[in-house]
């Protein structure tokens, strides 16, 4: 029972594996589509459409901004 715990625990966590080793070996990559996504995401906030966020927008175009930012004690 235990083989097939390690056999099924291996068969369904490789994909998860696969992904998580190349980001680490391309993390430029990764990084990049991680953004990508982020602003996709954004575009359908009110806050990503305040700051006229296009999926198009680049990534500069996200301002730094704090906590205080949003919520002025």
Not at 18 to 33: T, Y
Not at 48 to 62: E, M, N, R, V, Y
């Amino acid at each position: 029972m235990h083989n097939f715990l390690l056999r099924a625990s291996k068969y369904l966590l490789q994909p998860a594996f696969n992904s998580f080793n190349k980001a680490l070996h391309q993390p430029d990559v990764e990084q990049e589509r991680l953004k990508t996504k982020i602003i996709q995401r954004l575009t359908h906030t009110r806050y990503g459409q305040s700051l006229g966020i296009t999926k198009d927008s680049p990534w500069s175009a996200i301002p730094v901004v704090s906590y205080d930012d949003f919520f002025p004690g």
